[in-house]
């Protein structure tokens, strides 16, 4: 499931809220598919991708501009993930816990080096 979300923090909640009533009525195996990558910081330029890509330019189609262009993300899944610097889950990584978001990837120093993530 890929969603456009394109007006900030406003827009982003309430896609949130409404995906949390969707995940909740899915069953668990729904829950741990879904992540927000954000183009800008502050969740901003967002798409809500699925809970693994290997290859945003393969896996995201339209949202293939996200290769090496995340600012902000926020961990909507049931799991622990994972976002590497490479495609296919290689080089360095960082981890959000469930419900956890960064809202400035600049402060850990990952801000446009996200090309891969997955439960970890």
């Not at 900030?8 to 069953?27: H, K, N, T």
């Not at 945003?56 to 622990?80: C, E, H, T, W, Y």
């Amino acid at each position: 499931m890929h969603a456009r979300i394109t007006k900030g923090l406003a827009v982003f909640a309430a896609v949130a809220a409404a995906l949390s009533i969707s995940v909740a009525s899915a069953g668990p195996a729904a829950a741990v598919d879904s992540v927000v990558v954000c183009r800008n910081t502050h969740f901003d330029d967002c798409i809500v991708a699925g809970g693994w890509v290997t290859d945003p330019l393969k896996n995201l189609g339209s949202g293939a501009r996200f290769q090496d262009s995340i600012s902000s993300i926020v961990n909507m899944s049931g799991s622990r993930m994972c976002f590497w610097e490479h495609n296919g889950f290689q080089g360095q990584y960082i981890r959000l816990d469930t419900g956890q978001q960064l809202a400035d990837l600049g402060a850990s120093g990952f801000n446009d080096r996200i090309s891969s993530w997955k439960a970890c």
